[in-house]
C-alpha cells in the first residue's frame, strides 16, 4: 500500500473539522541524532556508518480549540549509509577451510508522512508548552551492492571493481511516536518554536532536536 494512503482515512476524517479553523504553516530545520543499527542484510564482521546529523521538514496545521491543534507533517530524514565487510566461511576442498571477504555499499533512505495532535499543558505571556502524541507513516528504501574487484589484462584494463545489487527493498509502516516543544509568540502571525521529536524507524530511532517557524492565517 503507498505510504500516503495509510494515514488517508485519518487524514479524511479530520478534514471537515480543520476546515473550521484557523491555519498555520511551519518550516522545521533540525540536529538529528539516528541510534541503533541498521539491518543489512549480510554477516557483518566490519561496518562504519555515514549518518545525516540534520532533517529538514514542513507541517501544515489547524488550530481546533485554543489548546489542541492538528498537524500534518512531512520530515526527510535522509539517508544512512555503511561500508560493510562480510565474512564468508567457504567449503573445504583440501581439508582446510578458507575464508573470503566480500564488501559491499549499504544505503537506507527514510521519509516520514506524520499525523501530529499538539496539546498546550502550560502557557504564560506568549510562551507556550506543547506535548504531541504522533502517528508517523515511514518509507524506507534499503540498497546493498556488493563490491567484487575485476582483474584485466593490462591493455585493456576493465573498470577496478564491479557492483552487484545484492537486495533492494522499499517498506512502509506505522509508528507511535512523541514531542515535546517550547513555542513563543513573536508577532501576531509569527511564532518560533523549539522542539524534540522522537520517531522510531526501521531498525534505528531518530531524535530531532529543532527549530520550527509558525506561519498563521
Known amino acids: 500500500m503507498p505510504t500516503q494512503s495509510k494515514l488517508l482515512p485519518l487524514l479524511l476524517l479530520m478534514l471537515p473539522l480543520a476546515a473550521r479553523c ?8 533540525s540536529i538529528l541524532h539516528l541510534s541503533g543499527t541498521p539491518e543489512v542484510g549480510v554477516l557483518v564482521s566490519k561496518v562504519s556508518f555515514d549518518t545525516p ?18 498537524e500534518f507533517r512531512y520530515t526527510d ?5 555503511a561500508d560493510v565487510l562480510s565474512t564468508q566461511i567457504l ?4 581439508g582446510t577451510q578458507l575464508v573470503a571477504l566480500h564488501e559491499y555499499e549499504f544505503s537506507q533512505r527514510s521519509r516520514l508522512w506524520s499525523v501530529a495532535l499538539p496539546i498546550r499543558v502550560w502557557a504564560r505571556d506568549r510562551l507556550m508548552l506543547h506535548f504531541t502524541p504522533l502517528i508517523h ?18 591493455e585493456n584494463p ?12 522499499n517498506s512502509t509502516a506505522l509508528h ?23 520517531a522510531p524507524l526501521k531498525n534505528l530511532d531518530a531524535h530531532l532536536f529543532g527549530l520550527g517557524l509558525g506561519l498563521s492565517f
Do not use: M
Not at 57 to 69: A, C, D, H, M, N
Not at 176 to 196: C, D, N, Q, R
Open 137 to 154: 507513516c515511514e518509507n524506507t528504501k534499503t540498497n546493498l551492492v556488493r563490491i567484487d574487484p575485476q582483474f584485466g589484462i593490462p
Open 53 to 70: 546529523s540534520t532533517a529538514a521538514g514542513l507541517g501544515l496545521g489547524w488550530e481546533i480549540s485554543p489548546t489542541v491543534r492538528i
Open 158 to 169: 576493465p573498470p577496478p571493481v564491479i557492483r552487484t545489487v545484492a537486495n533492494r527493498s
Open 22 to 29: 484557523a491555519v498555520y504553516v511551519e518550516p522545521r530545520a
Open 91 to 94: 567449503p573445504p576442498l583440501t
Open 77 to 81: 530524514i535522509g539517508t544512512v549509509k
Open 176 to 198: 507511535p511516536g512523541a514531542e515535546l516543544s517550547l513555542a513563543y509568540g513573536v508577532a501576531e502571525h509569527f511564532s518560533l518554536t523549539a522542539y524534540y521529536t522522537y
